[in-house]
């Protein structure tokens, strides 16, 4: 791919994910649980691992998280996603390359790995394992919108496939 | 889907299932503990009826303990999760509030010490 190109593509995928990440938070999506949200930029990142290099999905990732901190969180809020970024990742990049799972178990076990990565950063924050609480609501909340995500990227992706001009 | 994505799915929910069991005892607990980076600074009874100011160097917390549940009331920290948060009344639970490392949990085993504050 020409590098212009690739700027571009890029370039377009971050935006997407940061619109995506923008729209979430206009959701209400809160049960009292710390840390429970809708990944819906998770959508992008699947796509860009199913079509583009996995270092360029990481590079929309890293440049969506530091972006979106800056924009609508803080400094605290960047360090937990990149955490709960890097393990996401660390799990859908080799599932999205083998054959056996589709987007939709790779998003799931995304959601489930973002959201035990983050734990383990809150654990060593407040320094207790008292965090250990909210293990099973943050795996089931993980699980439940990794697999609506992870629906939607597959459909995403499927119909993309379809269109010419996405070669890639 | 494929049929390792259902795997996926029943790993998730067996790991939730075990760490649910393992957590959650279901008992009412009997004290609550504030723990301010790591240490225990005071501990209330549960049918105590009170408010109490959380002081730390980033910020500080009011924890309201009335009727056998406990919430956090107030807060200066930035992203008010601490407050949003459930009442809390069985063993086990706890608020967080990671922005002043504050954790606001119950125990089951009764204190001898009431509203103690080291």
Redesign the interface.
């Given at each position: 791919m020409k590098k212009s190109r690739r700027a571009a593509f890029l370039g377009i995928f971050c935006a997407l994910a940061l619109i995506l990440g923008y729209l979430e938070s206009l959701i209400p999506f809160?049960?009292?649980?710390?840390g429970m949200k809708l990944g819906m930029a998770n959508i992008i990142i699947v796509f860009a691992l199913y079509f583009m290099k996995p270092v360029d999905a990481a590079l929309i990732n890293l440049a969506r998280i530091i972006i979106n901190g800056l924009l609508f969180g803080?400094v605290?809020?960047i360090i937990f996603s990149i955490f709960g970024a890097l393990f996401s990742f660390a799990v859908m990049w080799p599932m999205s390359r083998s054959e056996?799972?589709?987007p939709?178990?790779v998003s799931?076990?995304g959601g489930?790995a973002h959201n035990i990565g983050q734990l383990v950063v809150?654990c060593f924050?407040?320094?207790?394992v008292?965090?250990?609480?909210y293990?099973?609501?943050l795996?089931?909340s993980?699980?439940v919108t990794g697999?609506v995500m992870g629906i939607i990227a597959?459909f995403v992706i499927k119909n993309i496939k379809r269109i010419k001009f996405f070669s890639i | 889907m494929k049929k390792l994505d259902f795997l996926i799915i029943a790993i998730a929910l067996i790991l939730a299932g075990i760490f649910l069991l393992i957590t959650i005892n279901g008992k009412r607990g009997e004290s609550v503990e504030i723990v301010v980076d790591g240490e225990v600074t005071a501990v209330f009874t549960l049918d105590s009826d009170t408010e109490y100011r959380v002081d730390t160097p980033e910020g500080w917390n009011i924890v309201k303990i009335h009727g056998g549940t406990v919430s956090v009331i107030e807060s200066d920290c930035p992203n008010q999760i601490c407050v949003k948060h459930k009442e809390i009344s069985k063993s086990g639970e706890s608020i967080i509030c990671l922005p002043h490392k504050i954790i606001v949990r119950i125990t089951g085993t009764n204190q001898e010490t009431d509203a103690l504050i080291n």
């Open positions: 809160n049960f009292g649980v710390p803080s605290f809020s056996k799972f589709s939709v178990g799931a076990a489930v809150a924050v407040v320094g207790a008292q965090v250990v609480y293990i099973p609501v795996i089931i993980g699980l697999v597959m | -």
